[in-house]
């Protein structure tokens, strides 16, 4: 089990005041969550309610939030993270196994894990993920971490082409980060 500190490895904290810049949205972070991508995501909740009175809430990527300077009252000091992305696991409750493709670390302390089913449902498409909290997970197998192997001492680096801009005609192909 890892303990994770708050200002471990975040480029924001829980209860910090934020700024999305680019629809100007201002709230206060609630939970964090990780994703398997290595992205870092922020479940923001507003300032202020919505015309109808309703908290309004919105989840944004780090890259696009800017802190304000200001904070709003406790943060949990740490959480106790039992397991990681890429585990698999299976729900004490439903007996759903999934393998955990996100970490969620909330302001109440609590710990939920997005979850993607390993089952297909009964017309044998994907299920949507699940949000489970760690307290009802018992892990079935941890992931296989596989180290990137090092490059070969006489291979020599090889300069790369960048990606081909779009068709003129305004039609779009794709591109290719390892064009030769």
Not at 37 to 58: D, F, I, M, N, R
Not at 100 to 111: K, P, R
């Amino acid at each position: 089990m890892k303990r994770i500190q708050k200002d471990q490895k975040w480029k924001f904290r829980i209860r910090d005041v934020v700024k999305d810049d680019i629809a100007g949205f201002t709230g206060v972070i609630q939970c964090i969550a990780e994703m398997e991508s290595g992205c870092t995501h922020y479940g923001v909740c507003a300032t202020k309610l919505s015309k109808a009175g309703k908290e309004q809430w919105s989840w944004f990527d780090e890259s696009r939030l800017v802190k304000t300077g200001r904070s709003k009252g406790f943060s949990p000091e740490s959480w106790e993270q039992q397991y990681n992305l890429g585990d698999r696991i299976k729900d004490r409750h439903t007996g759903v196994e999934g393998i955990i493709v996100s970490m969620n670390f909330y302001a109440t302390g609590c710990m939920t894990y997005d979850t993607q089913p390993v089952q297909l449902d009964r017309d044998g498409k994907i299920v949507d993920t699940i949000n489970i909290p760690q307290e009802r997970m018992i892990l079935v197998k941890a992931a296989e971490v596989k180290e990137k192997p090092a490059p070969a001492k006489d291979e020599k680096t090889k300069a790369k082409k960048p990606p081909s801009p779009p068709a003129e005609n305004g039609s779009h192909r794709s591109l290719s980060l390892y064009n030769k």
